[in-house]
């Protein structure tokens, strides 16, 4: 294995849609006082690879939140909002696109940032680092729309596209994978930025979060268990580059995926959009289709990543440890 990392899995004793056309558009939220260690200024005005990347200090072990497919409104997102406040606290959060259904939105003040981000996100007092997802496109007004939303909001932060920064022991680095799904022109430049952005990360451990997953149990990933494009096209590079954890969404469910060429591959889609049926147990470490999110914790040793259900309840079996130095082996595929 390129990378030597052990990976442990650790059986927890707990048990376990609307269009972008509105009426007149909210007034923006009144200004929340700035989160600790908030980056999202510095994101916003660069970091190129002239400079190293903007760095959230942390104190004691990371703690971060992550969730996707989540934008929908209902009664299933609001739960897993409720579940995640019961697992405060976090130094900061990542989302994994798919963040506002049906079709994204088109304003950076629309209503629906209030009712579907701020008065459910804001109170966990963090500032939540996005990546878009293909709902999110489907509005050609919303990827910019919820770029401008960074600088309206102090809990939501979506400098660009794709941008990377530290907290602690981890590297993170946000793609758009949307246009490598579907084949863009553009995709060549954000794989040469992604992969000399790694190239350059002295960091002990390499996070790549995104919204369409490499390797999936579930819907879009069929029984042949992957997405050909994202296999093609930025697989190579996670695993040329050493990348620890893949983290994706997409698929409305939660999963832990054994790894390949080193690369561990974990999916958190279960922020309030319906679940659907898992399709595989390809390289399956744990999977459920079922709501819920995520929690990363790290220090320089050892990366764990958690699942909790709906209720902010750990679930059975669902906890994998990665460690520094003690090899595992690749899953067959």
């Not at 009426?23 to 190293?52: F, H, K, R, W, Y």
Request: hydrophobic share 35%.
């Amino acid at each position: 294995m390129k990378n030597g990392i052990s990976a442990i899995l650790v059986i927890c004793l707990a048990s376990c849609s609307s269009t972008s056309s509105v009426g007149p558009e909210a007034s923006p939220p009144a200004p929340l006082a700035a989160v600790p260690g908030d980056i999202c200024d510095q994101l916003q005005t660069g970091n190129g690879m002239g400079s190293a990347p903007p760095e959230i200090p942390v104190t004691g072990r990371l703690r971060v939140l992550a969730f996707g497919d989540f934008g929908t409104g209902s009664a299933d997102q609001k739960r897993v909002a409720r579940g995640i406040a019961r697992q405060t606290p976090y130094h900061f959060g990542l989302t994994l696109g798919d963040n506002f259904y049906r079709r994204g939105l088109n304003s950076p003040t629309h209503p629906r940032w209030q009712s579907r981000w701020e008065d459910l996100y804001s109170s966990l007092g963090i500032r939540v680092y996005a990546t878009l997802g293909n709902h999110d496109y489907l509005d050609t007004a919303s990827p910019a729309a919820e770029i401008a939303r960074s600088s309206r909001s102090r809990t939501w932060c979506l400098p660009r596209p794709s941008y990377t920064f530290v907290a602690g022991p981890v590297q993170f680095f946000a793609v758009d994978t949307d246009p490598i799904e579907k084949g863009l022109a553009s995709v060549p430049r954000e794989l040469d930025w992604l992969k000399n952005a790694l190239a350059a990360s002295t960091a002990p451990w390499k996070l790549v979060y995104g919204h369409h997953p490499v390797y999936t149990n579930g819907d879009h990933g069929g029984q042949r268990g992957f997405l050909p494009e994202l296999k093609d096209q930025l697989l190579p590079v996670l695993q040329d580059e050493k990348v620890d954890v893949y983290l994706a969404g997409h698929d409305h469910d939660l999963q832990a995926l054994k790894p390949d060429g080193g690369v561990w591959f974990f999916v958190s889609g279960g922020g309030g959009q319906d679940t659907r049926p898992l399709r595989t147990a390809k390289c399956r470490q744990w999977a459920e289709s079922m709501h819920g999110f995520t929690v990363l914790e790290a220090d320089e040793e050892t990366l764990t990543m958690s699942f909790f259900n709906a209720d902010g309840e750990p679930v059975q079996g669902g906890r994998v440890e990665l460690r520094k130095g003690s090899p595992a082996p690749d899953c067959p595929r």
